[in-house]
């Protein structure tokens, strides 16, 4: 049984995982994130990438569920990894996205077998970021704040120098008709304190997931995502005031107000 495209588009913690570590595989799927990406890129030495693609073959072939980063299409690995994820009917993490012409050639030849998520982590993909949105086959955007930042020369963790690009990933999803973005990684993995301050700003901007470095953030970041128990409480209300032009706790409520409403009490199901 392969991931399902809506656990793909609904999922709020995505959690990294080695591919040439396959004893931490069945770990990160225990850990309770709603979507484990095994990753044939950066987190695999140019030496490992063929025992890390046979390993992720070997454990989606017996039946595990998860998202494959794989390597970007200049390098010589990229067709390899490629045509293992569509065999195996995974999604693919399509690293450094920024060409929708390539991004678009790449979904012909998974042919539907794999849903596309672009990890937009360059200034040309941030640019570009609608059009990537509008191919055929994309499901989600995801953000790479770590090698964006690197290029632009300014922290990765700086909130304000990075706003304008994730503020684009999540304009061009809803344009494109997607589900919100995923926001990118905090690599202070035992630092609560701070996961919980990048999730409030990211989902303040829009995005409703984010991707994991280690098991210890899935919990806060699935908590942090869901809707608390005052929005909760309000989406009900606004529900129960009807389709008409109502008030509710004094502030007018029409389509919009009601949209958002069901938004927010669909999200309970994810």
Not at 53 to 64: Q, T
């Amino acid at each position: 049984m392969t991931l399902s495209r809506s656990r793909v588009e609904t999922s709020r913690s995505w959690l990294f995982v080695p591919g040439d570590r396959p004893d931490r595989f069945a770990k990160a799927v225990a850990s309770g994130a709603g979507v484990v990406i095994i990753d044939l890129e950066d987190a695999v030495a140019a030496p490992d990438k063929e025992r890390a693609r046979d390993h992720a073959a070997a454990w989606l072939g017996a039946g595990g569920n998860a998202v494959v980063r794989i390597n970007p299409l200049e390098t010589r690995w990229h067709e390899d990894d490629l045509r293992m994820a569509c065999r195996q009917g995974a999604p693919v993490m399509v690293p450094k996205a920024e060409d929708p012409a390539a991004l678009a050639e790449l979904a012909c030849r998974a042919a539907g077998r794999s849903p596309l998520v672009p990890l937009v982590e360059t200034a040309a993909g941030v640019e570009r970021a609608a059009e990537l949105a509008a191919v055929a086959g994309v499901v989600r955007l995801a953000f790479g704040n770590m090698d964006l930042a690197a290029q632009l020369g300014v922290a990765p963790d700086d909130h304000m120098a990075l706003t304008y690009a994730r503020s684009r990933l999540v304009s061009a999803s809803a344009a494109a008709g997607l589900c919100p973005p995923v926001d990118g990684v905090t690599t202070s993995v035992r630092d609560t304190e701070l996961l919980t301050v990048d999730v409030v700003h990211a989902r303040r901007l829009g995005f409703t997931g984010k991707l994991c470095v280690h098991p210890g953030q899935v919990a806060t970041v699935a908590a942090r995502f869901a809707p608390s128990e005052g929005e909760v409480r309000w989406a009900r209300t606004v529900a129960e005031a009807g389709d008409s032009v109502s008030a509710v706790d004094g502030q007018m409520v029409d389509k919009p107000v009601r949209e958002r409403a069901r938004r927010i009490l669909a999200s309970l199901t994810e």
